[in-house]
């Protein structure tokens, strides 16, 4: 079940960043706005599952359950506003454009964490 882990995280890693870079959105000098638009549908779920995935490594080595839920509501507030202000679309939209994004990345740390508690990696780090 290790294996399966690493592999997920490795995997999760290469491709999110891929999507995250190549669907980053640009609505400077852009002449195809509504292109733009569709692709924060790919965007905001890549987004987020690899801010969920750094979560997880994180909480992986801070043992401190007070601290760790301190860094990770502040690293989600900040990823959260910066997805809101990244759109071009009304506040109200882009507020639940991103909490569709951020429940999306949510099902990725979901599996994420299921993979880890069944792996041999969650008794090693204990």
């Not at 294996?3 to 960043?17: R, Y």
């Not at 692709?39 to 987020?48: C, E, G, K, N, S």
């Not at 599952?49 to 992986?60: A, C, R």
């Amino acid at each position: 079940m290790t294996a399966i882990h690493i592999c997920w995280v490795l995997v999760s890693v290469i491709f999110l960043t891929y999507l995250v870079v190549k669907f980053y959105p640009n609505y400077k000098d852009n002449e195809f706005t509504l292109f733009t638009d569709i692709t924060m549908i790919v965007f905001l779920p890549a987004y987020f599952s690899i801010l969920w995935l750094v979560i997880h490594l994180k909480s992986i080595f801070i043992k401190k359950q007070r601290i760790d839920v301190i860094i990770s509501t502040i690293i989600l507030l900040v990823a959260f506003i910066h997805s809101i202000l990244l759109m071009d679309f009304g506040f109200y939209i882009n507020g639940i454009i991103s909490f569709i994004g951020l429940t999306i990345g949510f099902i990725h740390y979901f599996i994420t964490e299921v993979l880890f508690r069944k792996s041999v990696l969650n008794t090693r780090l204990a």
